[in-house]
């Protein structure tokens, strides 16, 4: 079945820094979608990408549909305290959403 | 986009017993999903629920383990059956409302 690659599995954040994640799948996608995931929460969408080599905004957050619709990135600048949770990279092939592993933020301490 | 709210938001249930979730969206949707997330893992699907049509189901997941309905296209059900520990786990319920799919706050159960 299709896979997604998320990378880094896990990072350490200081407040101020720039952050950077990113998913590679083995099949093209028509669409990338970023979540980001609180405890007790479900995941609640961030951006959404529908063109390859799309750049999208929101906020502090930027991403990418890569030019072979096989990958994507997720840019946060100048992360803050509240940035810390789990992401999500989502592909959708057809009508359904493959998952990444996730990335976990933390706070450096 | 669409609201969903789920129910419950967490139950601890005992082996060998049956739980069912409920999935209330505020406007009607064709397509709904109920994924499963277990502890420290990512969403995997468990199966795609349209209104007037069986349950399609992903592969590893059956509709004796895991029977859903779809009465209207507001609702949707869950049931895990004859729970295991294995079974604890957060399931989420999911939308597609236009190109973005929106997700519930998730049940979170512990089979005990």
């Known amino acids: 079945g299709q896979q997604l690659n998320q990378s880094p599995q896990s990072m350490f954040i200081q407040e101020g820094e720039d952050v950077s994640m990113n998913c590679t799948s083995s099949?093209?996608?028509?669409?990338w979608l970023w979540y980001k995931q609180d405890p007790g929460e479900g995941p609640v969408l961030l951006i959404a990408l529908y063109k390859a080599g799309e750049l999208t905004s929101n906020g502090r957050l930027t991403a990418q549909f890569g030019i072979t619709r096989k990958d994507s990135f997720l840019n946060i600048s100048a992360s803050i305290p509240s940035d810390v949770g789990i992401y999500f990279c989502?592909?959708?092939?057809?009508?359904?959403?493959?998952f990444g592993a996730g990335t976990i933020l933390r706070v450096k301490s | 986009s669409a609201v969903i709210s789920q129910k419950p938001s967490r139950d601890i249930c005992q082996r060998g017993t049956s739980l069912t979730i409920q999935c209330q969206v505020d406007?009607?949707?064709?397509?709904m999903f109920w994924y499963r997330q277990q502890p420290g893992q990512s969403l995997t699907l468990i199966a795609t629920a349209n209104q007037g049509s069986e349950a399609t189901y992903e592969s590893g997941f059956v509709i004796d383990k895991f029977p859903i309905s779809r009465p209207n296209l507001t609702f949707s059900t869950l049931t895990v059956s004859n729970m295991s520990p294995e079974d604890s786990s957060i399931y989420l319920c999911?939308?597609?409302w236009g190109d973005g799919y929106t997700f519930g706050s998730g049940t979170r159960l512990t089979v005990v």
């Open positions: 999911s939308v597609r």
């Open positions: 099949s093209i996608f028509n669409t």
């Open positions: 406007s009607q949707v064709t397509m």
């Open positions: 989502a592909g959708r092939p057809g009508d359904k959403l493959v």
